[in-house]
């Protein structure tokens, strides 16, 4: 009777440390602030369309308020490069400004999946809005003078010169050159999406987020100008995340 009192006293100490253990390692996922910076791929950007920051702090077990800044570059759906026939440079034809945009956002993530201990993905639903800031800057051309290719020029493309035929275009201009002739274009952003993040250790986030965005701006922005040109930018994008959390 003795050695049976004994064991069951064991197991419910054991059961007790086991349930402890498991409540801190529970509590040890709860954190009250985040940030995180990614990597944006988008179906109006390029390769790698830009960056995004975003920080979050809790408001409830669910809900976590957030700020947030995007800046990417916005393209033309008509956009190509083309190659020089004299030099073999690459250049975008037709093209007569670039557009990147500052997106300020606000918003709020809902924890739809709560992940387990050290495993498994959580899954939020994101929303934000906020206004953006549009920077139209001019898009340079190289072309030749008198048919040379020792004598060129740096001008903004313009369909009306017909000094900017394809034939005369040698690449594009220097890097950055004209930025400080840019314009700003205001306007406002919204987003909704979903987010996986994928981490197991505590203080450290790591995933990505997957959603729709609309920029819309207050006139047109004139990217191409032979061709059409509009004020609203939807987009599907894809973000890779990473962070730290406390």
Partial sequence: MAFSKKLSALVLFNLAIGLALSAQTQDSYDYNSEFTWGINKNTSGGLIAGLNFKKGRKLSDNVVETFGLEIVSVKHPQEVRRSSNSTGNFFIYG????????????????????????????????????????IVAPYYIERSVDNSLFNTVHEQYDPNN????????????????????????PGANAKVGFNFELGT??????????????????????????????????????????????
Avoid: C, W
């Fill in 162 to 185: 017909p000094n900017h035929s394809y034939g005369n275009i040698l690449g594009t201009g220097s890097l950055f050159e004209g930025l400080f002739q840019s314009k700003i274009q």
């Fill in 201 to 246: 250790i505590k203080s450290q986030v790591t995933g990505f987020e997957v959603g729709f965005l609309v920029d819309s701006y207050l006139k047109k922005v004139m990217i191409m100008p032979s061709t059409y040109n509009r004020a609203v930018y939807p987009t599907l994008y894809f973000i890779l995340f990473y962070g730290n959390r406390k």
């Fill in 95 to 134: 093209k007569s400004n670039y557009l990147y945009a500052f997106r300020f956002q606000y918003g709020r993530d809902f924890i739809l999946f709560k992940k387990a201990p050290q495993q498994g993905v959580e899954i939020k639903l994101v929303t934000a809005i906020g206004p953006t800031l549009g």
